[in-house]
């Protein structure tokens, strides 16, 4: 049963445009984490949020900024998107963030950039 | 920062038959779930294993904490088993993902 949940599933967009991908889980978990998936499948954590503090940044451009409104929902905004750009974006949560937990996905969201 | 090897990269099965993927980590983790991610692309927890052997349906994960290694024995393959597994060490706020195994189950 789907208990995180992305919009869009798909966006295709042009060089330079802004985008805005959308996150809300329903487990009342306090962390919740973005993860990209690259043409080559590798999996990368880009951030992570516990009770709607950044924790987690790991050195991405700082054109892609983590927004989030409450616990349960963490979107993500790409202000002038590159061709690199074009991936996968997974949205997860866990109860606390610590080292002990199990972290859950929601479907992703597919970014192509032309 | 945690490396991650999975192995073998791909496995080609005929149904019926057993599967055994390893995972092996850098850096001592509390926490190690295996994922399989469909050829549609979405990702889905199978087990949550930091230490000892699990058991869910088909699926038998053992890890060995203090030797930074874990497997995933998948019995009696079926074609549906087809994709791709990925094992991840959680080192807090963060999973580091393996490049993972790919499965062809073959009917």
């Known amino acids: 049963e789907t208990a995180v949940f992305q919009t869009p599933n798909y966006h295709v967009t042009q060089v330079g445009n802004e985008v805005s991908f959308n996150c809300k889980q329903t487990l009342g978990h306090d962390t919740m984490y973005w993860y990209k998936q690259d043409s080559k499948k590798l999996l990368k954590i880009m951030f992570s949020y516990n009770n709607k503090q950044l924790i987690v940044n790991e050195t991405v451009p700082r054109r892609f900024s983590p927004q989030s409104s409450d616990k349960a929902h963490l979107n993500l905004r790409i202000k002038s998107v590159e061709p690199e750009d074009s991936a996968v974006y997974l949205c997860a949560s866990s109860l606390t963030g610590g080292a002990r937990d199990t972290q859950y996905f929601g479907p992703g969201t597919r970014l192509l950039v032309l | 920062g945690q490396q991650v090897q999975q192995s073998p990269a791909s496995l080609v099965l005929q149904e019926g038959e057993n599967a055994e993927l390893q995972c092996n980590f850098s850096s001592t983790a509390t926490q190690l779930q295996w994922f399989y991610q469909s050829p549609g692309g979405s990702l889905v927890s199978l087990l949550s294993?930091?230490?000892g052997t699990k058991h869910t349906g088909r699926l038998t994960s053992t890890t060995v904490t203090k030797e930074r290694r874990s497997s995933l024995h998948i019995s009696s393959s079926q074609t549906t088993d087809s994709g791709t597994y990925l094992c991840?060490?959680?080192?807090?706020?963060?999973?580091?993902f393996g490049t993972g195994t790919s499965l062809l189950v073959d009917p």
């Open positions: 991840a060490p959680n080192m807090g706020y963060k999973l580091t």
């Open positions: 294993n930091p230490s």
